[in-house]
């Protein structure tokens, strides 16, 4: 039991994670890039708290369907009462991109942290059983890898029915493998240290081993990856949304908004640009939002890189 | 990055440019070296080939043409459909069609835009009672076959083609393909097989049906069929005439007695990419996904076509069909309804409307909705949802048929360009009367009724259910929409909810019989009544089978409809099914979609006739 | 190099486990589709669609899942990948038919990709902290945060809608007029290629016309990986000692990153490379969606959308060994620079 207390009166600042984290608030500090990414990502959750004074959704309907104004198809230019202006179809697009903003974060946060939670299961059995376990699982892991990740979500959300919900699903059954190698590799290393063999010469269960001393000693590369994953999350849900197979028409999804917008690139031979509005303004708000998490994650990125730590 | 790294970035840049710019200069280097090839006369009377400038089309929009022709000796369509397949006797989708009608020739043919009058094509005679080829009462039709016309394998067409092309058809008869339009007259069964798949047809009726007597093909059919019908049936792509060795050297039927039953209802097509024709274009090369392109055939028996090459592209981006179409690349496009304005009053670009198609769509009500339907609540009429047979209340139908707003839908969904017919048979074909009775919008009554509807319980306890509509279908969709709106705002207990799925969820739930109110189209297989009082109304028709929906008076008048012979006894069934469909609100005809056709100004010739899967090239010519 | 070609043909045996595996998890999912949704593929018209339960148990969609697999891997295993129904041809054909577009682009887009992707690294590196390495590390990180249909979609309305300069397609018209006329020769395929060797400029202009914004469109989106991993391999390499003493000896600060950094910084890059692949597939699906491009992307994404399953099967057993073999690749390779790395 000695040994046991032993481990645990690790001083906090002593303790892996908190080096971590006091190293990546430091990188945010120095990086003018990571605090623009910072203020950005700010920008864009204060527009989602404030989504319905922003855009007031029709009572007793559902926030996250845009209201349309007529049924004429072709695309109204921005007005006064429509800032943004009518893509095709009159679906506003002012309310679409508020509303928008509040997909995308459910989209980016549920989409990772379900793949999180799939994978740093998986790969920490992987990694600290070993053996066969670990050789069946990094084999399922190779089979997600070796199929494209867009085509991999289609098929599911596909097979699972269209609906956000489902492409968010989708997006966890696709991203978990990422997780899996990493928390894989991360317990291996941890495995070897001191405190785990000691752990385990006292004999504590596998589940106390793995929970209290491997896993938040080898966690913090999947959560740097995280924040850099929730921007390509939201891409590939629009990407899903764009090619027709994603959020259901007329829910307020940037990339939906984009798909809409196809028939309109080219305008009238007056006014090549005629209906501009269709796909600037939603596809500014995705670019931006991920642009927002991918600076900041950026910064986190040299965390991950060995060589470069505590310099 | 030093200084001569941005330099070559910048030079590499600018060099990128710069083709673009060159390449893309108007008539730079993209000017062809071939010449406007003069039109050529058409060396035979027949008058379908002959081209001559339409005047017939019922509203033209024309711009002064002044620039130059492109691509002079081409004609090159963009559209979205792709065909399926090239087999004759398989095909039976538009753009398949469009294709193989360019290809191939039938026996007889439409007179230019006319439906119920013919031209000799591979034959040299129009049947008719009156010059001696319909014998029998109508069973014995004979076609005299012309000679000297070659297919594009070289070899002549024999009167053995004739026979063996129909008879293929038949043998052929593939799951849900156009096989039963001949197996009907010839054989009087709608397939060769039962629904288990058993086979039920011997091969000597098949054989008996077609025979060759020296240089003429006679058709024996089971019963009598209205000639008009029988013409329309072979005047389109399933009968085309093939090159019988050309067939059997691609794997087709070997037009043994033996054998075919090996050649019945196969998985793929054996013709599918053959081209086995003897029509005014022969095949180039079919790129899936892209586009076909035909080749002119020298030696068309009608003299050859005025363009070496009709090209069907394949663009599915509107943005690309539109600049292709406004730049004159392309001489003909699809051009969906909503991008109308885009278009019109464009230079260079003609535009014909208000051509009414052979189509139309209704809003069917379900008479015993499967009971475990996800889409009808707790099944019950206790407010929650509907019970299976909710729609076999007469009142009920009445009340949404009154309920709907055509006028406002045809005029928002479909930007006006559409009509309403009374009964299932659309505008242009015999029995077609517009002052029949019909339902029109009538809030007021709707509500009477909705309170009568099952005694008054419908309007007691509310409902609940789902319409449903395929994704994609803008129309679809409005109409839904509009009925949930109408209905909804009668009473707060009725609930209707709107839901979009993909095209298969919509067909397993169509076939599975678990949709409570549908909405679904149908085309023209041929231009006749039949066609469309069938699947409207008889029990086993298809859309009528779905319903559960069987009036017995109605089948036998169905029934006469194709056994009765004479013209103006048929319009008069027509007449009374439309009351009874009146009466009987099986299901409410909501719209026939009026056509439009965009073409380049320099294309000249062109007819609408609406039961063409596509573009006719041959009297076709550019200048 | 018997001990390499042992491990070659090794990791190639390695290859069979997973593609079984992915045949089996895109299998799965396509058994949650009912019979009637998996023959909407065949039913395009009501009139079918009132057959469609003879259709169903023509095609054998009503059988036990098992049973459908095994006759589809033993037909794969005789070489028959099944047909194509969203095509209209056999799979096989598809490929054949297919391949040529979606290679061109890739053969155009990889080296341009890896080059900028390099470049921004190295200046990253060298500037760090500075505003070279801002610029630099902007520039990949906006590339990387664009939605790839997104920037297509201003690719061409700028260049085509407004300019006409570079229009979607592979060819315009008149070329393809040419490349299907009798004089022509088809080598490979791709008409970049094919036409040198017919000796036809106007094809290989009006093809490189063709080719450029969607390759200018992998380019912007796909640098970032690459310039990453350029940008930190160059930064381990510039701490190095050997560094640090030629800088003492008076080195041209030139000559040290041009000569021997850079050299080694590259090494890492390589391992790149089935990102890389698995990238330009992903990017491939969208861009030749955007650009009217008929290639395995395309296809792909169609096929998938119509439960066209024999043909997602396949593709996804194309991707499986493309993926790989790159990967094979990678590995031999950066043992064959990299003594120190052994394979095992």
């Keep these: 039991m000695s040994v046991a207390k032993e481990v645990k009166k690790v001083p906090l600042s002593e303790r892996i994670w908190f080096k971590e984290l006091k190293f990546m608030a430091k990188r945010v500090r120095e990086s003018p890039l990571s605090l623009a990414g910072l203020a950005i990502i700010f920008f864009y959750v204060v527009l989602a708290i404030l989504a319905p004074y922003l855009a007031p959704p029709k009572p007793g309907r559902d926030p996250f369907e845009i209201p349309r104004y007529g049924y004429v198809i072709t695309p109204s230019p921005p007005s006064p009462e429509h800032p943004f202006g009518l893509t095709q179809g009159q679906y506003d697009l002012f309310y679409g991109c508020i509303w928008g903003t509040v997909t995308a974060f459910r989209v980016g946060l549920l989409g990772v942290s379900g793949s999180i939670l799939i994978g740093l299961t998986v790969g920490a059995i992987a990694g600290y059983f070993g053996g066969k376990i670990d050789e069946i699982l990094m084999r399922i892991v190779d089979i997600v890898y070796a199929i494209p990740g867009l085509i991999l979500a289609m098929a599911f959300v596909l097979a699972l029915g269209q609906s956000l919900d489902n492409v968010i699903i989708a997006l966890m059954l696709v991203g978990w493998a990422t997780y899996a190698r990493l928390t894989r590799a991360g317990v291996l290393q941890v495995k070897q240290e001191d405190y785990v063999e000691a752990a385990r010469a006292i004999g504590s269960p596998h589940r106390r081993i793995l929970l209290r001393h491997i896993l938040p000693n080898s966690i913090f590369p999947v959560f740097v990856v995280a924040t850099l994953d929730i921007g390509s999350m939201v891409l590939t849900a629009s990407a899903l949304s764009f090619l027709g197979i994603g959020a259901p028409l007329g829910y307020a999804d940037w990339g939906q908004l984009i798909a809409l917008s196809r028939n309109w690139l080219i305008g009238t031979p007056e006014n090549p640009f005629e209906y501009w509005y269709t796909y600037t303004y939603p596809g500014i708000f995705i670019f931006t939002f991920v642009l927002g998490w991918n600076l900041l994650g950026d910064a986190f990125r040299d965390i991950l890189d060995p060589t470069l730590r505590r310099r | ?529 039949y066609n469309f009082v069938f699947p409207y109304m008889h029990s086993s028709g298809t859309f009528a089978a779905w319903q559960h929906y069987k009036n017995p008076k109605v089948d036998e008048l169905v029934e006469k409809l194709i056994t009765t012979t004479d013209q103006q006894k048929r319009i008069e069934i027509c007449k009374e099914l439309t009351k009874i469909y009146y009466e009987d609100i099986p299901s409410i005809i909501v719209y026939q979609p009026l056509g439009r056709h965009y073409e380049r100004t320099w294309v000249h010739g062109w007819y609408y006739n609406p039961i063409y899967p596509g573009v006719y090239a041959y009297p076709l010519w550019k200048g | 190099m018997g001990s390499l070609a042992t491990y070659i043909a090794r990791r190639l045996l390695l290859i069979i486990p997973t593609l079984l595996g992915v045949s089996i998890l895109i299998f799965a999912i396509s058994m949650v589709f009912t019979p009637e949704q998996r023959a909407a593929l065949y039913v395009t018209s009501p009139k079918a669609a009132s057959k469609i339960y003879q259709i169903i148990k023509k095609y054998g969609l009503d059988r036990p899942a098992h049973e459908q697999y095994f006759t589809w891997l033993s037909n794969v295993l005789r070489g028959n990948l099944g047909y194509s129904k969203s095509m209209n041809i056999p799979v096989i054909r598809a490929f054949t038919d297919l391949w040529p577009t979606s290679v061109e682009i890739a053969i155009y887009a990889a080296p341009f990709i890896v080059l900028v992707g390099v470049k921004l690294g190295k200046i990253s590196a060298i500037y760090r902290d500075k505003l070279p390495d801002h610029i630099a590390r902007v520039l990949a990180i906006v590339g990387w945060s664009l939605p790839t249909f997104w920037s297509a979609i201003i690719l061409l309305a700028i260049f085509y809608g407004w300019l006409g300069w570079f229009p979607p397609g592979r060819l315009g018209p008149e070329a393809q007029a040419i490349v299907r006329s009798s004089e022509w020769v088809t080598y490979t395929g791709l008409y970049t290629i094919d036409a040198l060797l017919n000796g036809n400029l106007f094809v290989f202009i009006d093809a490189v016309r063709h080719l450029f914004l969607p390759v200018l469109n992998l380019v912007i989106v796909g640098n970032a990986g690459i310039m990453r991993v350029m940008r930190s391999s160059m930064l381990e390499e510039l701490n190095k000692e050997y560094v640090l003493a030629a800088r003492s000896k008076g080195v041209a600060e030139r000559d040290i990153i041009n000569k021997h950094v850079t050299r080694n910084a590259l090494i890492p890059v390589v391992t790149m490379a089935g990102v890389l692949v698995a990238g330009l597939m992903t990017g491939l699906v969208i861009t030749e969606t955007v650009f009217e491009l008929k290639g395995l992307g395309y296809w792909a994404a169609h096929a998938a959308e119509q439960l066209d399953i024999p043909s997602v099967l396949a593709f996804a057993l194309f991707t499986g060994v493309v993926f790989v073999i790159a990967n094979l690749i990678v590995d031999v390779l950066y043992a064959y620079i990299d003594p120190r790395v052994r394979l095992q």
């Excluded at chain 2, 090239?86 to 193989?100: F, H, Q, R």
């Excluded at chain 2, 069973?139 to 067409?157: A, D, N, Q, V």
Aim: hydrophobic letters at 40%; charged letters at 25%; glycine letters at 8%.
């Design chain 2, 1 to 529: 990055m030093s200084a001569k790294d941005w330099g070559i970035a910048i030079v590499l840049l600018i060099i990128g440019l710069l083709i673009g710019y060159f390449a893309a200069g108007p008539g730079k280097v993209t000017t062809t070296t071939v010449t406007q090839t003069s039109v050529k006369t058409v060396t035979t009377t027949v008058t379908a080939g002959a081209p001559k400038p339409t005047t017939t089309a019922p509203k033209t929009t024309t711009t002064a043409p002044a620039e130059k022709v492109k691509n002079p000796d081409k004609l090159i369509v963009a559209t979205i459909g792709e065909p399926e397949t090239l087999d004759p006797a398989w095909a039976y989708d538009t753009a398949s069609g469009e294709v193989i009608f360019n290809m191939y020739e039938t026996l007889i043919f439409f007179d230019r835009e006319k439906v119920d009058q013919f031209v000799p094509i591979v034959a040299t005679k129009v049947p008719s009672f009156e010059n001696g080829l319909v014998k029998d009462g109508g069973k014995t039709i004979i076609f005299p076959i012309r000679k000297g016309i070659k297919f594009h394998s070289g070899r002549e067409l024999t009167p053995e083609d004739v026979e063996y092309s129909l008879e293929r058809v038949m043998v052929m008869d593939r799951d849900g393909g156009p096989s039963w339009m001949l197996l009907d007259p010839l054989l009087g069964v709608e397939s060769t097989r039962d629904s288990d798949g058993n086979i039920v047809v011997k091969f000597e009726d098949i054989d008996k049906a077609v025979e060759v007597e020296g240089d003429n093909v006679v058709l024996h059919l089971k019963k009598p069929y209205p000639l008009t019908t029988l013409l329309q049936i072979l005047s389109q792509t399933w009968s085309s005439i093939v090159d019988k060795e050309c067939a059997i050297k691609h794997g087709a039927w070997d037009g043994k007695a033996e054998t075919w039953t090996k050649y019945n209802n196969p998985d793929n097509p054996p013709l599918q990419e053959a081209d086995c024709g003897s029509g005014p274009f022969k095949l180039g090369v079919w790129e899936h996904g892209k586009q076909v392109v035909l080749k002119r055939f020298d030696d068309y028996w009608r003299g050859p076509a005025n363009f070496t090459e009709f090209i069907i592209m394949k663009v599915d981006e509107w943005s690309t069909r539109k600049l292709m179409f406004l730049k004159g690349d392309v001489d003909m496009a699809y051009v969906p309804r909503q991008h109308a304005k885009e278009v019109e009053g464009a230079p260079g670009i003609r535009v014909y409307k208000n051509l009414p198609t052979l189509s139309n769509a209704a809003l069917f009500f379900n008479f015993n909705i499967s009971a475990t339907s996800p889409y009808i609540g707790s099944g019950k009429l206790d407010g929650n949802g509907v019970p299976p047979d909710f729609f076999q209340d007469k009142n009920l139908r009445k009340a949404f048929a009154y309920a709907i707003d055509y006028d406002t839908y045809i005029k928002e969904a479909w930007f006006g360009e559409a009509i309403r017919t009374p009964g299932p048979i659309p505008k242009g074909l015999p029995g077609y009367d517009p002052n029949m009775p019909m339902y029109n919008y009538d809030i007021e009554k709707a509500k009477e009724l909705f309170q009568k509807a099952w005694d008054g319980k419908v309007w007691d306890k509310g409902f609940k259910f789902s319409i449903l509509y395929n994704t994609g279908n803008e129309q679809r969709k409005a109409l839904a929409e509009m009925i949930k709106d109408k209905v909804e705002s009668l009473n707060p207990k009725f609930h209707i909810e709107v839901k979009a799925v993909e095209w298969p969820d919509y067909l397993k739930a169509m076939v599975r019989g678990e949709l409570p109110l549908f909405i679904i189209g149908w085309l023209a297989d041929y231009p006749d009544p």
